[in-house]
């Protein structure tokens, strides 16, 4: 049965679907402006919490905000106006932001990446017991141009390749910075890696390991997830929940 929701029913529920507790140590996931007790007029739903963002939410009437990104992540010296937490403050929006905890999670950002490229059986993969932000996917044999290619129109973007050259048969994916765990990747067994961002740097070591890699975007790796979250929500409360329509800052020609 739904029900009308306070901010604190909306923290346990996502905090049921990606729990707080396997965030990074150094995010800062949570419920991070507002008033737990306050009652939901509206959600709204976005990826990134910035000023554009806070605006939209306050014309169409919303009153709490889930984002991806954490609208407070490095410790802050000053609270003053333009700070998107000084404008939610200012306007009685509240704040739950789901980082890390949701890119770790099942049918978190990651799964919901796996489905927009149509990766069927892709799994976590878990070390030590631990769900990683890792999915990994068995694919028809192709090419690393050939699947650069198809990442980029599943996606609607365009695409950073680094072709090893190698036939790929397995690949490795995890939406937002993933460069760190090229090494894992490698030592999975992949042919080639998908993310959003990679350094120059990354992309070297990546050929050395003879590992294909696909950087696609930070915004478009992530985004799939924020249509995923809405719909759970609206199937959990009895209250209006909208998305927030964002694009990438990126532009590519």
């Not at 402006?33 to 554009?52: A, F, M, Y």
């Not at 059986?121 to 068995?138: W, Y």
């Not at 028809?140 to 695409?159: D, I, Y």
Request: with cysteine.
């Amino acid at each position: 049965m739904k029900c009308s929701p306070k901010v604190k029913d909306v923290y346990n529920f996502v905090d049921s679907i990606a729990p707080f507790e396997m965030q990074c140590e150094w995010d800062n996931s949570g419920l991070l402006v507002g008033d737990p007790e306050c009652s939901v007029k509206k959600i709204g739903v976005v990826l990134d919490l910035t000023n554009e963002a806070i605006e939209k939410a306050k014309n169409i009437g919303a009153n709490l905000i889930v984002s991806h990104h954490p609208v407070i992540f490095k410790p802050c010296r000053n609270f003053l106006s333009g700070n998107p937490a000084f404008e939610l403050a200012k306007r009685g929006i509240s704040a739950i932001c789901a980082h890390t905890s949701l890119d770790c999670a099942k049918g978190g950002v990651n799964d919901a990446l796996a489905n927009a490229l149509d990766f069927k059986n892709a799994i976590p993969f878990s070390d030590d017991g631990e769900t990683s932000m890792l999915r990994v996917a068995e694919i028809p044999e192709t090419s690393g141009e050939e699947l650069a290619k198809c990442v980029a129109k599943k996606l609607s973007t365009g695409v950073r390749l680094a072709d090893s050259g190698k036939t790929i048969r397995k690949v490795a994916l995890c939406g937002g910075a993933g460069g760190d765990f090229i090494k894992e990747v490698a030592a999975l067994g992949c042919n080639a890696f998908i993310t959003g961002d990679a350094s120059h740097h990354v992309f070297l070591d990546s050929l050395d390991l003879g590992l294909t890699l696909i950087a696609a975007g930070h915004f478009e790796t992530e985004n799939p997830v924020v249509e995923v979250i809405a719909n759970k929500l609206k199937e959990k409360f009895d209250c209006e929940v909208e998305i927030i329509e964002q694009s990438s800052p990126i532009k590519y020609f």
